[in-house]
């Protein structure tokens, strides 16, 4: 096999379809699905499962994709190396997170402060099965999500599937957010029956519309009045000028700190938040220097749960 060869599996796995590849690498798709024959038929594995949905990488294809992007790297370096004229090799970074803001702040402050020339960052805020996908397939580097008690066994056993692991950022207790003018705003302590009465503003999970892959503690309890919504500005909107609610780790991040408040849920559930990598790769440099970013912003503010 060649390196262009394993560049070309490289750039399907990431973009998810061998058209989305053709048209990033401005070859035709024929050459793409050659390359992938060649490789299977040489190596013997089958690397992705095809459907109607698009293709995946099989568990032989991930362990070979490893190895391609080892091979691929070093490639580069040699060359980058020994050639002067070389252009540098582009960094990538990708991030797939729960809606939760201080990911976004702490990409922020690390894309001000890259000072490198060619590169290519990207920030998915998506759901949580999509999060845990995007790692697996290697379409990001690092996913941020949250265990609890109650939704560990399932999503425990889903990053074991995966071949992932999870790494703890900070452990918090629920919150209530609500707005400032909220008839609940001015309490020290809620319980979950105080929140009765009030709309519940939750992220869409789609097809995989699980209370274990909920971003908010404590969906499976049930409510009459519910608000889903797909991004995080929506919410923050519906927060601040009606009177909902949603519960999470009790970070306000600068852009909630007016006409918002974080009220403590009284439970015993608690939050881990953390990253999850592919067991497979070394974080990179790049990853690394995201993860020490998002632990010095998440330092800057109160992390929710006394008594740690």
Known sequence: ??????????????CGSISAAAHQLYV????????????EQE???????????????????????GF??????????????????????????AISTQHYSFCVEAFVEFVEGYDGEGYTFVLRETRTNEIIEDVRDFRSDVGILYLSTFNRRVIGKALEDAGLKFET???????VFVGEHHPLANRKLLKTDDLAAYPRYSFEQGSVNSFYYAEEPFAELPHEKKIIVSDRGTLSNLLAHYQGYTISTGILSSEMLTGIVAIPLETDEVMDVGYIVHSERNLSPLAQRYIEKLKLFIEEYEVGYSGL
């Not at 096999?1 to 990431?14: E, V």
């Not at 035709?28 to 490789?39: G, Y």
């Not at 950022?169 to 919150?175: D, K, S």
């Open 43 to 65: 190596t013997g594995v089958t690397v992705f499962e095809r459907s109607n949905r698009g293709i995946t990488l099989t568990n032989e294809g991930i362990e070979l994709l």
């Open 28 to 39: 035709s798709q024929s050459s793409l699905s050659v390359a992938v024959r060649d490789i």
């Open 68 to 93: 391609a992007r080892q091979v691929v790297e070093q490639a580069d370096l040699m060359e980058e190396h020994y050639s002067r004229t070389s252009a540098p090799v582009p960094q990538r970074l």
């Open 1 to 14: 096999m060649t390196l262009q060869q394993l560049r070309y599996l490289i750039a399907i796995a990431q």
């Open 169 to 175: 950022l900070f452990t918090a207790r629920p919150h």
